[in-house]
């Protein structure tokens, strides 16, 4: 019983070892899709919120939605990106 677990304890395998490289790795890939996913978030809800906007102000003209949601994913994805920087 005792040479089984000197042969435990010394058989050079550690189960974190594995994983000490990829902690910098992932964390670094890992910032990056954060970022694209809080200017996403703003760009598709100010999107939305264009399109009911010109939905209700101009009573269902397809220019005014479509105007309203191109204006609205602008100015969501440049509030997204001030946020990602604030947050960074």
């Known amino acids: ?3 089984s677990r000197s042969r435990k304890k010394n058989h ?5 070892r594995n994983h ?5 790795v992932m964390h670094s ?3 990056a899709p954060v970022r694209k996913n ?3 978030f703003f760009a598709s809800f100010f ?3 264009g399109v009911v906007i010109g939905f209700f102000m101009f009573d269902n003209h397809w220019a005014a939605v479509l105007g309203g949601a191109v204006i609205g994913a602008a100015i969501g994805y440049f509030i997204g990106r001030l946020v990602t920087r604030a947050r960074a």
Do not use: A, D, W
């Open 1 to 3: 019983m005792p040479q």
């Open 12 to 16: 050079g395998y550690h189960p974190h």
């Open 20 to 24: 000490q490289g990829q902690s910098s």
């Open 29 to 31: 890939s890992t910032s």
């Open 38 to 40: 809080t200017e996403l």
């Open 47 to 49: 999107g939305f919120m």
